[in-house]
């Protein structure tokens, strides 16, 4: 694990939110480029061309908003296993809501496995293309294609509610079946409708579920997809909702020539932001 | 025509489709490129970023599923005339519904003449951003704004339904009353209604009725056209019909910087094969 | 301020619509480009590519029916500001709509100015991401992000409706409240309503109020926005409107890799311009 | 034409080159879109991004560099013909050189027709991958293959020297040999060489003579073409040359996405014009 | 193997080069893609954008230069090594030099046990930045990364010169040393040299030879390599070579998002075409 | 600034050589984007599709190759100022070279304070298209246009050596004749010299002494540069250089569609690391 000299740390001090890149992408099952997601995040929300107001009229522009945990880098998949773990959990010691940008989506497992500890009746919201639930995937156990079945098989969830799928196929139905997972797919997507996630919720937002002509930039291209209002609604359709924790994970640089999906990962972290603190106030 | 050695022909052997690419461009009225696009297509489809199941868990992945017939080129217009006809012929004796990749749209001439012997009372639906109805565009009464127009006054199908066409001019307006076309303008659009289309039904997919947000892999850019999720809705409407053939025509690689206009074209094919197999079983 | 040798004056002729492009971006806030825009909207429009009539069968290829000023060069933001106004104010008097292309936001302003003159009580149609209301940003009162706290400030004009913001700040809302703009955030956009715009009606399309993925191309790529056909919906619904002028700004060729933006920009002009020719004859 | 009012009319006053862009692309024999070029040339070189200083210490930021008169639109190839003309014998009257911005290669016709009366004696440097000298090309004398055939064959020109030429066919070096031009193709290219260039010189830098991997904005890509070094070395060793004019050619911005060709076309307007002003003084 | 209906054979006619294409790249060891690149490449060549005549003067416009065999698409690694072989063995017995288009690198292995049974004393000169001399790589010694180490272990070349390599590492040098390969190195390229190839003669010519700025459209970027016209320069200083095959392979159209590396592949096709021609005559 | 929790250190051990990256670009006069650059940078060069043997036959592939600091992310300039110094100082403790990978060219001068410190006498080789040697630019002394005028004001080093500027000004070259630097600009520019370069050294490198050809990912296109291969030749000539440091800077990559320069970038890092293997051993 690549890190900092202890020269430089900075103190948690009272921030709302905590915010930590993830550069992960050694368990992509397609191609790589992930890992250099978060700062283009990063700049893209807090650079010049943007403005932090929410939508709904939060100013996410203060400085006790948001406590930045940089960028975490590992040397291998089981490196990036405990280290993701170990980092949210140091986080979540503060009593705030943890942020996380990958990476791809195989970060949401250790991270989820952080959350369970503090959170033991967590309700995940999963806004995808894929489902994610292959019990084995090229060899691969921990990639990409997998998370949601590591989670659901170490019951570190009590409910999984799936948003925008557009690839079920036979194994992931039957899996999705024995786990007993609320699956909305995007040809039956009508907007948000009231779900009712009054439990701690932790939403995993995977940008594939934005169409590709709204977010290119991913590794998969799964057309037929969200539009980014669409998905916004349902952000902003959260009221009730106490929101713990989520993740923006399979951005992918190296696919987005034009920036749009720079600037749209930037648009989800900050409307989740405000969400978030919204509802907690 | 070019064309492979006889040493290396397979045998039709009860496949349930079959997929044929023609890689013509010389009719197109504006700029070229469509010729390159079915091996675009089908390593969109059939290569390591894709899974083989539609959105309605049919399972394209059989070896029974598909009789490909591989890329026709050809050396003339005059030549493609004749060549598209008789290669659509000739798999249509194996009474099998045919798709054929383009290629411009000047293609659709050829394949409903090799289609009318077979289906005397044939009805085409047509989602296009341009009628295609010209009676004769630039001195070429064969380029991919004529289509249409060749069919219907040699009576090749009984009934022609254009859905998404936002360019109609008074021309073709006149051409569409001769013809009796049922046009739905993209600025009526609102989704799939009930179009009771029971006889044998043809449908002629051109890319470009999609907006060029979702399908910038066109030689025309026509903004304001539907979104890949609306086309899909329409595909998976046709509940009743006998759908015997189909064409995907007009994508053109060399404006699709960032793939996303294969990966939609092989969406739509996945998702129309689908809905064959569906329909028929 | 470039210009042309008087020998080649042409006069104006009994056309139906003025068009004149202002090639200006000094005042942009973030990046620079929307100067080249004039020649790519012309060139889309008018080129090869296109036809002229509208989606509610307007010819707009008829000799008679704009008058193209070309395109002013201005060598300072002041010699912009006056040099914009006097040659609107010189085409107003041909007692024809004046349609102009931008360059950045920021020429509203003086062409408002000229319009004012002409028409004391204007009601504007701002179609927008950014309410551009800024008292002062950056150090400059006439950058792009202003114009419309400028003509509210001179009351230049009666009434302002934005739709399709998304960026709304405090500050911005504040001199929203202070200048009695109707507000319709994109949040809550639901599609073209009566809007009883009766006076004479100025139409201000920046083309960032369409989502990037529409229309990549802007300098400031603002996610969550409307679809090109959600733009035409409200073009095409301003049945009863007196439609006296019109821009089309911060279009920025840099940013439009494939082309598309160039198009959508060329296609608001066509349907703008038919609009105009509808409601008056 | 279009043009401006002439309430706008700039006294032209003791600049040392005047610059004006001709935004022609009709006779393109391809693709369009190098109309677009002039006010992108004119942004890389003035913007921001730029600073006005040559390689050999000349410092163009000064008010008396240029005289701009701006950008010409023509409404059909027959006005072009005569209007590119009269605009550059006008600026030629004020007895400086004169740079031309096309525009495709056919506007250097028309320039040398106005050129040949005040300098009956022209040698002619064309730096180029084709050698323009088809008698006719796709029934149009007038297009951008043909316009050194014209220029050669009104004895518009003493002497006409290629370099850079690497798509030489029979019928061209027919017409090389016919009227004596001396080529130096790419193949034979071996740097900057004593040439004698005395008469009155212009200079006509088509852009594709780099290769595209330096230049890929151009309507035709010819690979193998000069690095943007060597072009600027032939520049440089222009020493005892009398310039009287230039044109740089066909730019087309639809085929530049990183924008490199525009900066490439500024930094040879920006060396061309510093030598100019070099041997003038 | 896909292929074409025999009612559909051309007779080979005294046509002066075989052509044929080779879509596979299920063997690419890095990312897809190549499989698509011969109708990208024909269209280059063959397009409106093009003319046949080489820079030593050679007209290739012909009907009696190529014979166009089409495209080869195999449903398995294995069915390709023998499809490719057969196809190519077949092509050799018309006493015509063949030219297969790639597809990855891994075709060449296949090819040349074609060409071994017509030529024992083959000499190989391969233009590529990597050695693709691995023994084993990623379990697949099929790979694209293998082609040469199988030729050279089976004996099926007398002599194999590789010029452009920047990738070697330890066990390819051994493997170098081992089949005594003769490695000349981008680092020390001073262009052609005397070679000495009298032989009978194979080019393989990698397109990732070229530095990424020439051909960004292949699967390894590998900076430092090859400019175009040194590519040429090697092509063009084979005088006394008997050239009896070569592929062009790796193009990868997915990464060519500007056209350029289609066009330099075609280049490349046409000079190694009309250098075969005029080695023969 | 930035960090993450110090449980997660881990401890230098003996590799030969500290990488470190420095997320910033607030001080770029023209447009942001370096700050994400050293992931992208570290993933071209350890990702799969590189290896990591030199072109000289060194193998960076071993443990105690790199020590990788991770990346810094400062809260404003003056943090950052102050950071870099910090964590370059602490690096130079364990007695290893420092790359830092920029992060805009602003870097340079804390982190060349930094050195300064240890090495009293260090020459400088900066590879640059610019001087950034103006006193003040843009009202920012601390921007990217300055780092060299601060270096050598306050005597930081006892020579620099600059090679491929094409840009120098009046102002700057009073600048570098004020503090003696060794200007070698590209317009004189022929392959790697003996500079005698024997002091401990000092590299910096600006991704934009390239062309944009082949390096179109920085923030200023600056035309006429080095080719890949050219750089590579100096580094690879610097054979009896004692290198105790160096950074790779002003990569961009919202301006890298293709991704050639991020493979550009990790070509350099790697030829430099090798090189410093080399010497030290």
């Known amino acids: 694990m690549s890190n900092l000299n202890q020269t430089f740390l900075k103190e948690f001090d009272q921030e709302k ?3 930590v890149g993830f550069a992960c992408d050694e368990n992509s099952s397609y191609i790589r480029g992930a890992a250099a997601a978060p700062p283009m ?10 403005n932090l107001w929410s939508e709904h009229g939060i100013d996410l522009g203060h400085t006790d908003t948001f406590f930045d945990a940089g960028d975490f880098h590992f040397n291998s998949p ?9 980092a949210v959990s140091n986080l979540l010691q503060h009593e705030v809501p943890v942020i996380s940008l990958g990476g791809d989506h195989s970060i949401t497992f250790p991270i989820i496995r952080a959350f369970q500890k503090k959170y033991p009746e967590l309700t995940i919201l999963q806004l995808d293309a894929h489902p994610d639930l292959y019990y084995n995937f090229k060899e691969n156990p921990l990639s990409n294609a997998s998370p949601f079945a590591r989670i659901m098989e170490h019951q570190l969830a009590s409910r999984l509610i799936q ?10 139905q039957q899996q999705a079946d024995r786990y007993n997972v609320t699956v909305i797919e995007m040809k039956d997507f009508q907007g948000p409708t009231n779900l009712n996630l009054k439990t701690p919720l932790y939403i995993s937002f995977d940008i594939d579920v934005l169409d ?19 998905a916004l609604d349902i952000i902003h359709a959260l009221d009730g909702a106490n929101i713990v924790g989520a993740d923006i994970v399979e951005f992918n640089p190296r696919r987005d020539p034009t920036g749009i999906t720079a600037m749209t990962a930037a648009k989800i972290l900050k409307e989740l932001s405000a969400k978030i603190i919204e509802t907690k106030s």
């Open 17 to 19: 939110i905590a915010l």
């Open 41 to 50: 995040i990063r700049e893209a929300l807090f650079g010049e061309a943007s």
């Open 163 to 172: 948003i925008g799928i557009r690839t079920m196929n036979g194994h992931q």
């Open 212 to 230: 590709p002509a709204f977010a290119p930039g991913v590794s998969h291209h799964e057309p037929g997809g969200m539009s980014t209002r669409q």
């Open 78 to 86: 089981q490196e990036a296993l405990s280290g993701i773990e170990t």
